[in-house]
């Protein structure tokens, strides 16, 4: 059974960056079947997929276009976990972010992390 | 890389059908056949309702179905039921973009 432990501060300053880690119980982070990824829910965006990494032979990410200049997800094979930075954060980013395993779909969720961005 | 288009709501009574329609492009809906169906209740993680365009996992019940023609998807709820009032959410993927999700349909069952 997948589950998958959430983990980071809930307050973030204006311009600095958000991180966020997610650890992986029951699946490895370097499956060649699966792909882990970040996703946030605010009231004014519904769901927002932001970016995955995944292993087939080598490391690949993929990032929404939407934060693409300022997104970074990064695996950690030693400790079967993936983490989440965004830089430059605003207001904007306030919002549930989730972490979540897709094998083309999303199939186990993380416990979701409320983040908000204020001074 | 936009938002898919969906409707803000829809609503329907029980024992009727609804079908919510998740509009894209060819640079996602339209270019593959990786179009999936989320239902979201609040403070609740989303849960897969429909894979691939129109499959179902195992659990999920076949009142629920999904097709897609062009860049336009669509679930089909049929013998609606209260339970089934929530948020939907359709999501394809996008090539190198990864995901990406429409803006969400509040199913109201009256």
Not at chain 1, 82 to 95: H, I, R
Not at chain 2, 2 to 26: D, E, F, K, N, Y
Not at chain 2, 86 to 92: F, Q, R
Request: charge should be positive; charged fraction near 15%; include cysteine.
């Amino acid at each position: 059974q997948v589950q998958l432990q959430q983990s980071g501060p809930g307050l973030v300053k204006p311009s600095q960056t958000l991180s966020l880690t997610c650890a992986i119980s029951g699946d490895s982070v370097s499956s060649n079947s699966a792909a882990w990824n970040w996703i946030r829910q605010s009231p004014s965006r519904g769901l927002e997929f932001l970016g995955r990494t995944y292993y087939r032979s080598k490391w690949y990410n993929e990032y929404a276009a939407s934060v693409k200049s300022r997104i970074s997800i990064m695996p950690d094979t030693s400790k079967n976990q993936f983490s989440l930075q965004l830089n430059s954060v605003t207001p904007e980013d306030t919002a549930l972010y989730h972490c979540a395993r897709d094998l083309a779909y999303f199939d186990n969720w993380g416990q979701g992390i409320l983040v908000t961005v204020s001074s | 890389q936009s938002a898919l288009t969906q409707p803000r709501s829809v609503s329907g009574s029980p024992g009727q059908s609804v079908t919510i329609s998740c509009t894209g492009t060819s640079s996602d809906v339209g270019g593959y056949n990786y179009v999936s169906w989320y239902q979201h209740h609040p403070g609740i993680a989303p849960k897969v309702m429909i894979y691939a365009v129109s499959k179902r996992p195992s659990g999920v019940p076949d009142r629920f179905s999904g097709s897609k023609s062009g860049n336009t998807a669509s679930l089909t709820i049929s013998g609606l039921q209260a339970e089934d009032e929530a948020d939907y959410y359709c999501c394809s993927h996008a090539g190198i973009y990864g995901w990406v999700f429409g803006g969400g349909t509040k199913l109201t069952v009256l």
